[in-house]
C-alpha cells in the first residue's frame, strides 16, 4: 500500500511539472526566443523593454544596454512601475532560464500580453553587454 502512495505522489509530481511546462510553451502571448533571436529582436525593435530579473549584483556585473533591473523577487510588488509598459513588447530574462519563467507568469496574470522570454538567458548571450 505504502508503494502505491509513492508512485502516486510521484505521477502527481510529473503530471503538474508537465502541465507547468506545456502551459508555459504553448501560451501564445509568450514567444521563447533564443539569445541570438533576442539580439536580433534588440537591434530591430526600439519599443521594447528588456526586463532584467537577476540580482542587483548580477545586474551590476553587466547587463544587456537599456535594460531594466527587476529581481524575480521584487517584480510582484513592483508590478505597478512596468504598467506603463503593458502595451509595448518585452524581453524577460535572467542567467540561464530557471528565474525568468516566474517573472513571465506575474506578467501575464498583470494582463501583459506581448513577452519575448530568453529561453536561456544570457548564457547564451555571445554579444557585448
Known amino acids: ?5 509513492i508512485y502516486f505522489v510521484v505521477i ?3 503530471i503538474f511539472m508537465f502541465y ?14 533564443s ?3 533576442a539580439f536580433q529582436l534588440v537591434k530591430a525593435n526600439k519599443d521594447l523593454i528588456i526586463i532584467d530579473v537577476r540580482t542587483p549584483q548580477e545586474f551590476k556585473s553587466g547587463h544587456i544596454s537599456g535594460s531594466k533591473s527587476f529581481p524575480v523577487g521584487e ?3 513592483r508590478i505597478n512601475e512596468l504598467m ?3 502595451e509595448k513588447p518585452i524581453l524577460v530574462h535572467c542567467a540561464a532560464g530557471s528565474r525568468s519563467p516566474t517573472a513571465v507568469r506575474i506578467l501575464l ?5 506581448n513577452i519575448y522570454h530568453m529561453k536561456r ?4 548571450w555571445n554579444y557585448n553587454l
Open 1 to 5: 500500500m505504502q508503494n502505491y502512495l
Open 12 to 14: 502527481v509530481f510529473l
Open 20 to 33: 507547468r511546462k506545456l502551459s508555459f510553451t504553448m501560451n501564445k502571448k509568450i514567444t521563447n526566443i
Open 35 to 37: 539569445a541570438k533571436e
Open 75 to 77: 517584480i510582484a510588488s
Open 84 to 86: 506603463k509598459y503593458k
Open 109 to 113: 496574470k498583470n494582463g501583459f500580453n
Open 121 to 124: 538567458g544570457l548564457i547564451g
